[in-house]
């Protein structure tokens, strides 16, 4: 493993035990086992630490989410599973449960703004697929960015809050859901051939 790699590993770790404002850079370089002056060579502040790992971790969602993507399956279910995959990957992993507990507890400007860019890339790969799916004939012309932003939000809704209070939907509850709020509304209707 690389330095860089080892030190990147190491901030992984101490941003999942103590938070990113409980985080040092000596702690890194502790947990690192590499001087602190070294972590400087590669990254300027710890701002910019946390920034390189939320963007690794986006590439990790979206590679998620286009392994979702099955191409004999209709838009719909593809998208609805795509945003399903990034939703359960992004809540099962424990640096991101971390960082959005600590800017809703401690309101940490930097953890804000990080899980907001974590936000707007997921909201950018939506609207991505909305747009194609408008330009293939399969999404009434829309909004794509605003369409894309409310799908994220409900679906976070869905899975954190609901599912907080009652018993989690099944993969089949949430894909039927999601034909009811958003398939129903967006489907560009095929015309009927009259008999």
Known sequence: MDLQQRVVEAAEQSFRQFGYKGT????VARIANVGKGTIYTFFASKEALLDHIL????????????????????????????????LRFRGQHELLIKLAQEGKQL??????????????????????HLEAGVSHGD???????????????????????WESRHEPLSDDELMQVFQVVFAEGLNRARPQVQS
Do not use: W
């Open 139 to 161: 999404v009434k012309p829309c909004n794509t960015e605003l369409v894309a932003f409310i799908m994220l939000r409900t679906y976070t809704a869905i899975l954190a809050d």
């Open 24 to 27: 040092t850079m000596e702690n």
């Open 55 to 86: 963007s690794r971790l986006v590439a990790e969602m979206q590679a998620v989410a286009n392994a979702s993507i099955a191409p004999d399956d209709t838009f719909f279910n593809n998208l609805e599973r795509a945003l399903r995959s990034v």
């Open 107 to 128: 309101g940490t400007v930097a953890v804000i703004e990080g899980m907001a860019r974590v936000e707007q890339a997921v909201t950018k790969y939506l609207r991505h």
